[in-house]
């Protein structure tokens, strides 16, 4: 996974100065915390797993491996920003993005999307997935904007093991790409594990 945007510099709509790295173990601890230090309302729509040492831990060997793509956005060493592509490894890598509460307005949100829009393509990804839950309507216009278009809905699982119904979204990065199913939206099985795993 040589070919990233590691170190690269993001600028907010303030003119503010933000750098991303890919996710390693030394983020453990800084992730627990930008997990910690989210409002319940921001929380409710990103949780994607367990923000417990073990399960960041396989994330961060998964990342290293190519099988997920993980950045973090860092503000003077703080996480403001956790963002990837899960299962990049395959044609269709479903992609989320969370910001912390006193971050969100400066126009991070859609800076992280093209990072890895131009990752995605970069490696010749079919396409980006995405689910949004229902309620939040900034995320679905500003990704409808980007260039996703809204399948229908589902039912996923939250980090704490809820099932949620959530919106699914699906960005084409060429003419000739396939059409992804539901299954392709399953997130990885650190999530699922046999036990919760939505039947479909």
């Given at each position: 996974m040589e070919k990233n945007h590691n170190n690269a510099k993001l600028k907010s709509k303030q003119g503010e100065n933000f750098y991303i790295?890919?996710?390693s173990e030394s983020d453990v601890h800084a992730l627990i915390k930008f997990n910690e230090n989210l409002s319940e309302k921001t929380r409710s729509q990103f949780l994607p797993h367990r923000y417990d040492e073990d399960t960041i831990l396989q994330f961060v060997e998964r990342n290293k491996k190519g099988i997920d793509l993980i950045y973090i956005t860092l503000s003077d060493n703080k996480v403001v920003g956790y963002f990837?592509?899960?299962?990049?490894?395959?044609?269709f890598p479903i992609l989320g993005i969370g910001i912390d509460d006193a971050y969100q307005g400066k126009g991070l949100g859609k800076k992280m999307m093209e990072v890895l829009i131009q990752d995605a393509k970069r490696y010749k990804?079919?396409?980006i997935l995405l689910t949004t839950v229902l309620t939040n309507e900034a995320a679905y216009q500003?990704?409808?904007?980007?260039g996703f278009r809204y399948l229908g809905d589902i039912d996923n699982i939250a980090g704490d093991g809820r099932v949620v119904r959530e919106r699914k979204m699906f960005l084409p990065l060429h003419e000739n790409c396939g059409q992804p199913t539901d299954d392709d939206f399953e997130p990885p099985n650190i999530i699922t594990g046999?036990?919760?795993?939505?039947?479909r």
């Open positions: 790295k890919k996710l990837f592509l899960w299962k990049f490894n395959t044609t990804k079919d396409g500003l990704y409808l904007k980007m046999t036990d919760t795993a939505i039947k």
